[in-house]
């Protein structure tokens, strides 16, 4: 991944409202993407994958959506909760399996 | 389940000391990987092991780092001798095969003093 240093992207979202995080991808030839989420302290933590041939997929309170066009891949938060407060990163696959490519983070806080 | 065990937690070190950091994958998991995460960044792969071979090791700095995964399961990532920029967090995730979704341990926060 490429290096943005110690300030990460800041979303602030009010408790109960939606979220939205997006990440721009870099290699077309990617077919699978991850969101992980890190709590301070600890190894992220996985919360949804998708594959190049689906544009939407749905797990519990979260929707990732993939648009290869512009190579964007987004998370969606429903009803954010203070335990959502962490560094969330996209993954993708890149040119071959096994070697993951990081996104930069967002950091999300959830203000009461 | 358990999932991907390391250890220690925290590791304090002396430039130019040795260090050694260690990780169980899930139980049934081929594919193992030790990433670093400065702090601030992604993770970035240093290594991925199918079973005991070292499959990618071309981020891996040779000339200080070594890894080992004896019998196919758990793991040692070692650093001799330290340098200050190896301060970061050691992250250890496996995955049953490759082309499925990583696990993470908790990572071992290494600082170089």
């Known amino acids: 991944g490429e290096s943005v240093g110690l300030h990460l992207p800041t979303l602030s979202v009010q408790e109960g409202d939606n979220s939205i995080i997006n990440c721009a991808y870099s290699n077309s030839a990617s077919d699978y993407f991850i969101w992980y989420k890190q709590e301070s302290g600890k190894g992220p933590q996985f919360i949804i994958d998708i594959r190049s041939n689906m544009d939407k997929r749905q797990g519990q309170r979260v929707t990732v959506l993939l648009n290869k066009t512009v190579k964007h891949l987004s998370l969606q938060i429903a009803a954010t909760q203070p335990g959502d407060s962490a560094v969330y990163f996209c993954a993708e696959n890149g040119d071959s399996w096994g070697k993951l490519q990081f996104g930069a983070g967002t950091q999300v806080v959830v203000t009461p | 389940e358990a999932g991907v065990v390391q250890s220690p937690r925290y590791k304090i070190i002396e430039k130019k000391q040795p260090v050694a950091f260690w990780c169980n994958p899930i139980?049934?998991?081929?594919?193992l990987y030790w990433y670093r995460q400065n702090l601030g960044q992604g993770p970035e792969l240093l290594i991925r092991?199918?079973?005991?071979?070292?499959?990618?090791d071309s981020q891996l700095p040779k000339d200080r780092f070594s890894a080992e995964r004896l019998k196919g399961v758990d793991s040692t990532l070692k650093i001799q001798p330290a340098e200050l920029g190896d301060s970061a967090v050691y992250l250890c995730?496996?995955?049953?095969?490759?082309?499925?979704?990583?696990?993470f341990g908790s990572g071992t926060q290494l600082s170089v003093l």
């Open positions: 995730a496996s995955s049953r095969q490759v082309n499925e979704k990583l696990f």
């Open positions: 139980s049934g998991h081929n594919t």
């Open positions: 092991y199918e079973n005991e071979e070292a499959v990618d």
